[in-house]
């Protein structure tokens, strides 16, 4: 199977994941929309007429049954199911997710769900990049060195200690983190996101500061809770191309450590670790959800849960389209760079 | 595992029986060697344990109403743990209940008062008139005082008091006023407190905290005194808007800084007071029931991890959650191994029997669903669930919603497992023998995927575990749910409280390690492959 054609299937298969995704998510938003709309429009129903004050019943009945009529016709609540996904469906491809129901204050002076949710996925790109960035680098470091000590205190203890990192729920990390650094020890502030002060604005070397000292106990934690686990990883692959035979061929040449290190086994292990690096920068995304919201930073997830807690389903379902294509996309491209550094892949 | 162990070739069940023990000392002694699987399996017992406790310590009650339950009213709203007291220089006082220490009626003080003013009088009488004079005394002063004095001795050493003063009354046949006069040890005395009106009850509990009587007499006799009466109007306008409870005023010293409740308390004995005095006469005989009363203070800390918000323990919200995540782990991870399992090997063996065309088709179902993002979507099913179904997702909801998902990665493994058995030259020969379809995937691979089967139960708990916290902590699942997640979405706003906010997630971790451990051991043990790393 040559390149191409595999760049193809992955590529239909991913528009099929993402296809079934988008239809599972506007289905139910479809039906949650209906009967949101239905609700308004019966309490508007209520309004009109309470204000006609009509006195015989009879009339009564027909005129409330006419005005039900023109408000069905008017919210699109006539239209079968189908219909409304199908809609739904080519709104969503050209992310039109129309407005939310209320404002958003953090998230800049509007409605429009969409420049809402542009706002905060570049926040917490901001943040949760950054964290990534700082864990992989420690972590394939870490990792690496592990391999090469193989059964040191470092390699034994390595395993543990992703196994406990990787059982830490992240916000909750982040809470005891703002409990000792934030109340306690008074270091760090509590709130990761202010309004930049003025007079702090001015100053670049003033604002970064600013920013990192403000980030860093969001910053810790992401990186105290995936550190460890990236480690293991990096550990369980150098260790796997350290046995590989290749490597010990080039043991037996003669070459010197240097030369095996970099150039036989780095080059090996290069890309499971792409892979498992851009797997971490999006999956961070996903970690982001709930912990945005004890660091109260106003990303995708504390926009996510805004909308929950308010029952605003137009920016629930944005949010949860764009993270959908984001994975699935992400997978895609994963697998096309996989396929492109392993040549093994292809084919099979 | 060797193959003899597993099939016995002949004998009874007594037989069979020792070669299972056989295989299983077998396992055991290769599974000891993993010094994280044993901390795991620790680990697991403390947690089962743990499980089996709260149905013992845990009321029935509770585990049926735990988020309003009416017993929570009695503790003390978000009050460290009882051995704080071991380790703080400030004292914190327990949950204390106070008993009269003397009752006394009304009528007899009256009596008294008769026979003192008519002593003359009475001397004079013989003793027979005396006898009857006696009893119109009584008779007299029975019917015009009905009411009970009860003094109560508090003696307090504790430097933090709590918000809350409760005294109860039980068994009144009367409606009734209920005054409180409290003589604190520094002799500054607060009577006259009216604590309220009662019609006859079996039992009332009468609050404390937001009293308005309590807080005229504490601004009146403590703070005006001292701080002036501009702080005095100043506290008492922030009292009346029940910005802090006044209870704690009443043990407070009286020097300069009282009005902002900075001031130490007074140690010592307080005498507490309480009249409860009939506001109708004319009582017919079984009426004249004596009421029973009681002081309860609340207190400033309670239990082995103190309160919440709402003063439930949390000692036993944490117990009753090592059940819930027990169940949803178990339940959740047997489940989606089975039909995972199930799923991989019969397509598996799809393919090693030919029909690529029914593997390649289950195969793309399941591609698709592993690559769905499982967070949004439980996410949204659960919003979807509490709006259009009005249905608060419990255990059991968020198990299923998670098993949409959860058996395809289980499933990818079986059928590469379920292939290479395929391959093997035993099935060849079973297929020579005539053995069909479902006789092959049942007696021949199913059974060598059981091993894996195993671990794979044991990897996929920890990962439901955190799930549901999440989902718990994003405010999606059932508020009488006691997990853990749900009383750290709780705590969200009260971070400071350490004895609400820790043990949580100390629990989900332990929890999800335990399952990690013992996982990543068998499957050491199941995948050979991996031993050498």
């Given at each position: 199977m040559g390149y191409g054609r595999y760049v193809v299937v992955r590529g239909l298969n991913a528009l099929l994941v993402l296809f079934v995704a988008i239809l599972i998510t506007v289905s139910v938003f479809s039906v949650l929309e209906t009967q949101q709309l239905e609700a308004r429009a019966r309490e508007e129903l209520q309004n009109i007429l309470r204000g006609m004050k009509i006195k015989d019943e009879e009339e009564m009945r027909r005129i409330a049954q006419k005005l039900w009529e023109s408000l069905v016709e008017r919210y699109g609540l006539n239209e079968p199911l189908y219909i409304k996904v199908f809609k739904w469906m080519y709104r969503s491809l050209i992310l039109?997710?129309?407005?939310?129901r209320q404002a958003y204050p953090a998230y800049g002076n509007t409605k429009d769900v969409r420049s809402m949710i542009l706002t905060a996925l570049a926040r917490t790109a901001l943040l949760f990049t950054t964290a990534e960035l700082i864990a992989l680098a420690i972590g394939i470091l870490l990792g690496l060195f592990a391999a090469y000590r193989r059964g040191g205190f470092l390699d034994r203890f390595l395993s543990v200690f992703a196994l406990t990192t990787n059982s830490i729920p992240m916000y909750w990390l982040g809470m005891i983190l703002i409990l000792f650094f934030a109340y306690t020890l008074n270091i760090f502030p509590p709130r990761s996101w202010e309004y930049v002060p003025e007079d702090v604005k001015t100053n670049t070397f003033l604002l970064f500061t600013w920013y990192l000292h403000h980030m860093a106990l969001p910053l810790i934690t992401i990186i105290f809770v995936a550190f460890g686990g990236l480690a293991w990883y990096t550990r369980n692959i150098a260790l796997g191309t350290f046995q590989e035979d290749f490597i010990m061929v080039a043991w037996a040449k003669g070459l010197p450590e240097k030369t095996v290190l970099y150039k036989h086994v780095l080059r090996a292990i290069s890309p499971p670790i792409t892979t498992m690096s851009l797997f971490a920068i999006v999956n961070s995304f996903f970690g982001a959800i709930i912990s945005e919201v004890v660091f109260q930073w106003p990303g995708m997830g504390r926009l996510y849960y805004s909308a929950l807690s308010n029952t605003d389903t137009p920016v629930v379902l944005g949010v949860t389209y764009l993270s959908i294509i984001l994975i699935v996309l992400t997978k895609y491209i994963l697998d096309l760079i996989y396929g492109f550094l392993d040549p093994r892949i292809k084919t099979a | 595992m060797s193959r003899e162990a597993q099939y016995p070739k002949r004998g009874g069940l007594k037989k069979a029986l020792k070669y299972k023990i056989n295989a299983f000392k077998e396992f055991w002694n290769e599974y000891r060697r993993f010094k994280i699987g044993l901390a795991g399996l620790a680990l697991l017992f403390i947690l089962i344990g743990m499980a089996v406790a709260a149905d013992v310590v845990v009321p029935a009650d509770i585990r049926t109403n735990w988020a309003t339950n009416p017993r929570w009213v009695d503790n003390p709203k978000l009050a460290p743990p009882a051995w704080i007291n071991w380790f703080s220089s400030i004292k914190y006082l327990e949950p204390t209940d106070l008993k009269p220490v003397n009752v006394d009626e009304y009528w007899k003080v009256c009596y008294a008062q008769k026979i003192a003013e008519n002593k003359e009088l009475l001397d004079k009488l013989t003793p027979e008139q005396r006898e009857k004079a006696l009893a119109k005394f009584e008779d007299l002063c029975r019917q015009q005082y009905v009411g009970y004095y009860f003094e109560f001795v508090f003696n307090n050493q504790a430097d933090k008091i709590g918000k809350e003063l409760m005294i109860i009354i039980r068994n009144l046949k009367y409606p009734a006023t209920i005054t409180l006069d409290i003589y604190r040890p520094d002799g500054v005395n607060l009577t006259g407190i009216e604590v309220a009106e009662l019609t006859p009850t079996n039992e009332s509990k009468q609050k404390l905290q937001f009293s308005e009587s309590l807080m005229d007499v504490v601004v009146r006799e403590l703070v005006e005194p001292i701080d002036g009466p501009e702080a005095a109007t100043d506290l008492m306008n922030k009292l009346k808007n029940r910005a802090f409870s006044v209870v704690p005023f009443i043990f407070l010293d009286d020097k300069p800084g009282i009005s902002n409740g900075t001031t130490e308390t007074v140690k010592g004995e307080y005498r507490f007071v309480i009249s409860v005095t009939a506001t109708q006469t004319n009582l017919t005989e079984s009426q004249y029931v004596s009421p029973e009363v009681e002081i309860r203070f609340p207190g400033a800390c309670y239990g082995v991890l103190g309160t919440d918000l709402k003063g439930r323990d949390n000692f036993i919200t944490i117990m009753l959650g090592s059940q819930l995540a027990l169940l949803l782990g178990f339940t959740y991870s047997v489940a989606a191994v089975i039909i995972g399992v199930i799923y991989g090997a019969t397509s598996g063996y799809l393919r090693g029997s030919g029909r690529l065309w029914a593997d390649e088709a289950l195969q793309r179902v399941n591609e698709v669903i592993y690559s769905l993002p499982v967070l949004p979507f439980l996410i949204i099913f659960s919003y979807y669930l509490r709006l259009v179904y009005k249905i608060q997702p419990n255990i059991f909801h968020i198990a299923g919603l998670l098993l949409i998902f959860g058996w395809t990665g289980v499933a990818i493994v079986t059928r590469s497992m379920a292939l290479s058995v395929m391959g093997q030259p035993y099935i060849e020969s079973a297929i020579a023998l005539g053995a069909k379809g479902r006789r092959i995937l049942f007696k021949y691979v199913l059974p060598q995927l059981v091993p894996y089967a195993f671990a794979a139960i044991a990897l996929s708990i920890p990962g439901a575990i955190l799930m549901e916290a999440g989902l718990s902590f994003l405010g999606?699942?059932?508020?009488?749910m006691p997990s853990w997640g749900r009383m750290l979405y709780e705590a969200q706003n009260a971070i400071k409280a350490w004895w609400w906010v820790l043990p949580p997630g100390v629990m989900i971790t332990i929890a999800a390690v335990a399952f990690a451990f013992i996982g990543t051991a068998l499957d050491t043990i199941v995948n050979p492959k991996l031993k050498g790393l």
């Open positions: 039109d997710f129309g407005e939310a | 999606l699942t059932d508020p009488n």
